[in-house]
């Protein structure tokens, strides 16, 4: 199939994330070689899963040092403490942080557990901090049914920041497992905006298993559309799409 270069499909979720990991490493090892911080924008979820195991991996074979590396996450449930085994902290910590050598001050993860009125002032940070810090080198994507990159849901717009959202039913409702019914699953969040994302000099989306292809679908080949928040990436000039053969299946065929 012809499909644009910038489209890369894998046999399976495993090797594309083997892949997606060594090249966090590469930039990060380059960053390094300059003296240079490397600022990560990171997401949680299922997707990113084999690409933590495997950086942790590298991690473990000396192959790769977080020490340098500045961290900022998508996005965090509210209300959330970060001590709930749903936080997204929880997550990051099991999953990465806890079996690598960042330092906890270059972690950042919105704050779930703030009083409403405090969230402006805490998002304006956010977004002060990212710039402060250099800009993302590189974002970390999965995607949702709904088209949301962070959970920017449908009709979030191109300019959007840091803020709180509300999640889209279909959003609640891929979540009901992890919270043991839909009544558990919050129904905000503090998100990065979709111009938080879109500054990022560099971007990998990726999508994994059958799920994923009908979004996938629309979020590459149709229109830009407020509808589907993560065809805004089409424009970005530094975007790689990670499929699996699964997520990939209703491409169409497409002149590069
Ligand atoms: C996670 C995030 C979300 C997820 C998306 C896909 O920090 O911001 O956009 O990437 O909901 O979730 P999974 O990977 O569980 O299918």
Redo the contacts with the bound molecule.
């Keep these: 199939m012809n499909l644009k270069s910038n489209i890369k499909i894998y046999e399976n979720a495993l090797q594309a994330s083997i892949e997606v990991a060594q090249h966090i490493t590469s930039i990060i090892q380059k960053n390094e070689s300059v003296g240079k911080p490397t600022v990560l924008g990171l997401?949680?979820?299922?997707?990113p899963l084999l690409v933590y195991q495997e950086l942790v991996r590298l991690y473990h074979e000396k192959q790769v040092s977080f020490q340098k590396v500045i961290t900022f996450?998508?996005?965090e449930y509210y209300p959330m403490a970060p001590h709930h085994p749903q936080s997204?902290v929880a997550f990051m910590k099991k999953h990465l942080f806890d079996h690598i050598d960042i330092d906890w001050k270059n972690v950042h993860i919105p704050n779930g557990e703030l009083i409403t009125d405090d969230i402006p002032l805490f998002c304006k940070a956010y977004e002060d901090k990212i710039v402060a810090a250099g800009g993302l080198d590189f974002q970390l994507?999965?995607?949702?049914r709904t088209g949301?990159?962070?959970?920017n849901e449908p009709e979030s717009s191109l300019e959007s920041l840091t803020r709180l959202v509300d999640l889209n039913p279909i959003?609640r409702e891929d979540a009901i497992a992890d919270f043991n019914g839909l009544n558990n699953v919050p129904k905000q969040a503090i998100s990065m905006g979709v111009q938080t994302i879109y500054k990022a000099k560099e971007i990998m989306l990726l999508a994994f298993s059958e799920k994923k292809s009908d979004i996938i679908q629309k979020a590459i080949q149709e229109e830009v559309n407020p509808q589907v928040p993560a065809s805004y990436l089409q424009k970005h000039p530094n975007i790689t799409y990670i499929l699996d053969n699964e997520s990939a299946s209703k491409l169409k065929k497409q002149l590069s």
């Design positions: 997401a949680t979820g299922n997707t996450n998508l996005d997204y994507l999965g995607i949702g949301h990159i962070g959970f959003t």
